[in-house]
């Protein structure tokens, strides 16, 4: 402690003379200018400050860029759930655009008989297999009677068996309980035409062993009996066979009608 006495007073001399320098450049400093403490101290903040006046602008940036993506995202939700209706309504449209051409159609083919009949829709079918029977949207209340004759523009469809106010039901061609007096348009060998043999394929069983049939060939309704008029489009011969020897003539016939996707119909008005 002794060899410290020495200095003890430089010591002093050399805080006192510091405390002096710092009270001079508080005091004797101008007050637009800044002093040197104050500059040496903005000096030392100024990184710490400029660190974050960087982390604020970043975080305010992501903020932003956050805010922007939520916005983009709820856009974009919104765009698509107008595209789906726009989608939903296009579906529609086409839709109502085939039905009117379909309607124009089978309006047209109406005009080209001579019978009276009136359109209507298909509105249910039946649970079975083949869609044996249709329910359509005419009934008495609109001059539909029993066993009056249903035919699209493209052919035969069968006849009505069951009648409501404002329905009726139809017995299709392709069910076994079917028969229609049919006949060969080139050679005009008469049969008869029965379903059973499945939606796609009917069934014509000859009068005659001798009957010219050919696959290719037309068949239509002869008028034979009283429920079909003469002339209507049954379908066409794929196939001629004998099922057994000593028996007449069948062939099988491909429907003109689609009944799988059959939505009007004609119904005959007496």
């Known amino acids: ?10 010591i002093t001399v050399t805080l ?48 932003a860029l956050f805010q922007s993506k939520k916005d983009l995202l709820e856009e974009n939700r919104e765009i698509k759930r107008r595209m789906d209706s726009l989608e939903a309504l296009l579906t529609r449209l086409h839709d109502v655009q085939n039905e009117n051409q379909r309607l124009r ?29 249709i329910t359509i949207s005419l009934g008495s209340e609109d001059g539909v009677t029993i066993d009056a004759p249903v035919i699209s523009r493209r052919g035969l469809v069968g006849r009505v068996i069951k009648l409501d106010t404002h329905s009726a ?11 229609v007096g049919s006949l060969i348009s080139r050679s005009r060998d008469y049969g008869i035409v029965v ?21 290719g060939d037309e068949v239509l309704t002869s008028g034979v009996g009283s429920v079909y008029p003469a002339g209507l489009f049954i379908g066409e011969v794929t196939e001629v066979y004998v099922p057994k ?6 062939c099988y016939i491909k429907p003109a009608v689609d009944f799988a996707h059959l939505e009007e119909v004609l119904v005959m008005i007496k």
């Open 169 to 179: 039901g139809v017995l299709l061609l392709t069910d076994p309980e079917s028969g």
């Open 1 to 10: 402690m002794r060899r410290l006495f020495p200095y003890k007073k430089l």
């Open 105 to 133: 159609e089978l309006l047209g083919f109406r005009e080209q008989l001579d019978q009276e009949y009136k359109a209507a829709d298909v509105i249910g079918r039946s649970p079975g297999k083949w869609f044996s029977t």
């Open 195 to 215: 379903g059973g043999s499945g939606p796609d394929t009917l069934v014509m069983r000859f009068f005659s062993r001798d009957a010219d049939v050919y696959a």
């Open 245 to 250: 020897p000593g028996l007449v003539k069948e």
């Open 16 to 63: 006192l003379v510091a405390a002096s320098v710092f009270l001079m450049n508080i005091t004797g400093s101008s007050q637009d200018s800044p002093s040197f403490w104050e500059r040496l101290l903005w000096k030392g903040m100024q990184p710490c400050l400029e660190t974050f006046l960087a982390a604020r602008q970043k975080f305010q940036d992501y903020r």
